[in-house]
């Protein structure tokens, strides 16, 4: 059965550096996607993207993130200067389609960030 | 304003109880779709179901079971004879627009005791 992938399962870096946290979506999907999770809190979505382009955006997402498409498999998330607060699990996930029918997300198994 | 209320924190139940989680939701769309998920102690985000707004008919998958109520904007989740491996978080999730973005609960922490 397809499923999401993610690496590393679990990252540890200095406040300030750059992480990037990688994901392989389900091969047929079009719609990719990353949540957070701080430790015992709900999950949190952070940026849609669809086209080759972030389609929508939360709060949350702001100059410090970014999100890429750099071939036809891998979607990659980068946070530029990590601070404290970014300390949480990342969850990618995939979808046929936004909304509509097939739209039902598949989530890969997080990679837990912590920051130093 | 959209937004999701799983106004139960924690429930215990032991073994074979049947337990209901609740589950109320705000939209002014009128098309949205609503999902429950599962998250086990390994941490993973497991896909239960998904029911869109047009589809109140309730269903019953083996010891799951929905009721999806627009009258009272709630999707609530059933489990029958709850078993210990049921325990782990529940999130109730709401999608209403074309990008796709869900808005979770805070999740309901089931644990079943043998």
């Known amino acids: 059965e397809p499923e999401v992938t993610q690496t590393p399962s679990h990252q540890v870096t200095q406040m300030g550096q750059e992480v990037i946290l990688r994901c392989v979506p389900i091969s047929n999907h079009l719609y990719f996607y990353w949540y957070r999770q701080i430790l015992g809190q709900k999950v949190e979505f952070l940026v849609s993207?669809?086209?080759?382009?972030?389609?929508?955006k939360s709060e949350i997402f702001d100059d410090q993130f970014s999100v890429e498409r750099p071939d036809g498999s891998n979607f990659t998330l980068k946070i530029r200067s990590t601070k404290l607060e970014d300390s949480a699990m990342y969850f990618c996930?995939?979808?046929?389609?936004?909304?509509?029918?097939?739209?039902?997300?598949?989530f890969g198994p997080g990679t837990r960030l912590t920051v130093l | 304003a959209q937004k999701v209320t799983q106004a139960q924190t924690e429930i215990s139940v032991v073994e074979k109880e049947d337990v209901t989680l609740d589950c109320v939701y705000e939209t002014r769309d009128t098309t949205y779709y609503l999902f429950w998920y599962k998250q086990p102690p390994s941490g993973e985000l497991v896909f239960l179901i998904r029911?869109?707004?047009?589809?109140?008919q309730n269903e019953i998958s083996g010891r799951y079971s929905w009721n999806f109520q627009k009258s009272t904007s709630s999707f609530n989740f059933t489990i029958t004879a709850s078993q210990v491996v049921d325990s782990a978080v529940y999130f109730c999730a709401l999608c209403s627009g074309n990008t796709g973005k869900l808005i979770f609960g805070q999740g309901t922490t089931l644990q079943v005791k043998p």
């Open positions: 029911r869109n707004s047009f589809d109140e």
């Open positions: 993207f669809y086209n080759n382009e972030i389609s929508e």
């Open positions: 996930a995939s979808s046929e389609t936004g909304l509509g029918a097939y739209n039902e997300q598949f």
